[in-house]
C-alpha cells in the first residue's frame, strides 16, 4: 500500500504558467482534499470532493480548479500561476463515512514556487 | 475567532520530562478529534484519534478530551529529541463531512 501519493515532489513556474498537480491514493477512501500550507498560516482548505462525481470549495479556492477523476485520483490545477501561490500544497484522503472515519491521511506535498 | 486554537509556542522541554499540548474549539457539535504531528519539511502524520470525554493512551502518547470545556490536549510521556516537531489539532466541522479544521501548531522542542 503507498498510501497517497503526490506528484510532482517540486516544480518551479513563471508567473502566468499553468499546471497540474497529482494525486492518488489506494485506501479505497470516498473523500479526498487538497491544502496549502504557508508559514504562519496552517494548514488551510482549497477544495474537497466528499465522494467520486462531487467537489466543493473550501477556505482558500481562488485561483485553482479541481477535478475528482475516479476514487482515486483528485487533481489541482493552476490556470495562471501567482507568485503568492508560492506554497506547500498536501493532498490528504478519508473513508469518512462516519464520525470514526473522518481520519485523514495525507501525502508527501509538492513544493512549488512561483517567480 | 479561530474555530480551533493552539499555542504557537514553541515549547521547550527537557528529554525525560512530560510535554502537554492544548487546543480549544469553538463548535459544539464536533465530535471527533486528531493529533497529527509533522516534522519539519515533511507531512502531517496522524498519531491520536479521540471521540469520548475522557483519556485515551497509545503508548507514550495520551489524548483528552472535554467536550463540555471544548477542550482537547495531547500529553507525551518521557519525552524524546525525536518528538521535536510541530503538533497539528484538529476537530471535524459539523455536518461537513469529512472536512477537518486544523490549528495552526504547536512547536515542541524536546533538549537532550
Known amino acids: 500500500n503507498a498510501g497517497v501519493t503526490q506528484t510532482p515532489k517540486f516544480q518551479v513556474l513563471k508567473t502566468g504558467q499553468s499546471m497540474t498537480l497529482q494525486c492518488a491514493q489506494d485506501?479505497?477512501?470516498?473523500?479526498m482534499y487538497w491544502y496549502r500550507q504557508d508559514p504562519g498560516m496552517g494548514l488551510r482548505l482549497i477544495y474537497y470532493?466528499?465522494?467520486?462525481?462531487?467537489?466543493d470549495k473550501g477556505e482558500v479556492p481562488n485561483g485553482y480548479n479541481v477535478s475528482r477523476l475516479n476514487k482515486r485520483e483528485f487533481s489541482l490545477r493552476l490556470e495562471s500561476a501567482a507568485p503568492s501561490q508560492t506554497s506547500v500544497y498536501f493532498c490528504?484522503?478519508?473513508?469518512?463515512?462516519?464520525?470514526?472515519?473522518?481520519?485523514?491521511?495525507f501525502g508527501p506535498g509538492t513544493r512549488l514556487t512561483v517567480t | 475567532q479561530k474555530e480551533v486554537e493552539q499555542n504557537s509556542g514553541p515549547l521547550s522541554v527537557p528529554e525525560g520530562a512530560i510535554a502537554s499540548l492544548n487546543c480549544t474549539y469553538s463548535?459544539?457539535?464536533?465530535?471527533?478529534f486528531f493529533w497529527y504531528r509533522q516534522y519539519s519539511g515533511k507531512s502531517p502524520e496522524l498519531i491520536m484519534s479521540?471521540?469520548?470525554?475522557g483519556d485515551k493512551e497509545d503508548g507514550r502518547f495520551t489524548a483528552q478530551l472535554n467536550k463540555a470545556s471544548q477542550y482537547v490536549s495531547l500529553l507525551i510521556r518521557d519525552s524524546q529529541p525525536s518528538d521535536s516537531a510541530t503538533y497539528l489539532c484538529?476537530?471535524?466541522?459539523?455536518?461537513?463531512?469529512?472536512?477537518?479544521?486544523f490549528g495552526q501548531g504547536t512547536e515542541l522542542s524536546v533538549k537532550p
Open positions: 490528504a484522503s478519508s473513508e469518512a463515512l462516519t464520525g470514526a472515519n473522518y481520519e485523514q491521511y
Open positions: 485506501m479505497n477512501h470516498n473523500s
Open positions: 470532493s466528499a465522494s467520486e462525481g462531487t467537489t
Open positions: 463548535d459544539r457539535g464536533s465530535q471527533s
Open positions: 479521540i471521540y469520548s470525554n
Open positions: 484538529a476537530v471535524n466541522a459539523p455536518n461537513q463531512g469529512g472536512k477537518l479544521i
